[in-house]
């Protein structure tokens, strides 16, 4: 176990190879195992700001939990869909819905954004934060890279 997150929603346990989503409504949980070795996940991590694309998936991970707790959903659509059997690979793949469609391009938007600061050719991160995008940004950023956050020491001339 690298890392344990606590969401409004869920608990986000960050291991070395997968990422497990544990929902506390019910107990489900979600587990990725990111394709880090796959060129096209490769290829969207590089696409999104990434070097690392297990810094991407668990990254991406975190921005979903984070986006339901900040619009104040029930949960993230996505990932309760994972968790409760719409990406079982033994049964024939389902669309997706336009919500889980629409949160999807709202993390990935986010996490080029934060790697990038281009915002996303639909507007929907202007539409959703307006001015506050920066801020928001910030949030996420001291959320996942706890290393970035400001702290009273770090003020301090070392
Ligand atoms: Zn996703």
């Given at each position: 176990m690298i890392r344990t997150l606590e969401f409004r929603t869920a608990s986000l346990a960050i291991h070395e190879h997968d990422i497990i989503t544990t929902f506390r409504e019910d107990g489900s949980q979600s587990r990725m195992w990111p394709p880090i070795g796959e060129a096209w996940y490769q290829a969207i991590a590089r696409n999104l700001g990434y070097t690392d694309p297990l810094q991407y998936a668990r990254e991406h991970e975190i921005t979903h939990h984070w986006l339901a707790d900040e619009m104040g959903w029930p949960h993230s659509w996505s990932l309760w869909s994972a968790a409760h059997g719409?990406?079982?690979?033994?049964k024939p793949a389902r669309p997706w819905s336009q919500r889980v469609k629409d949160e999807e391009h709202t993390v990935n938007s986010l996490q080029r954004y934060i790697n990038t600061g281009e915002v996303d050719a639909y507007g929907c991160l202007q539409a959703q934060w307006g001015d506050e995008l920066p801020e928001a940004a910030g949030r996420l950023v001291a959320l996942m890279r706890p290393w970035c956050r400001l702290s009273p020491c770090s003020m301090v001339g070392a």
């Open positions: 719409a990406w079982d690979s033994s």
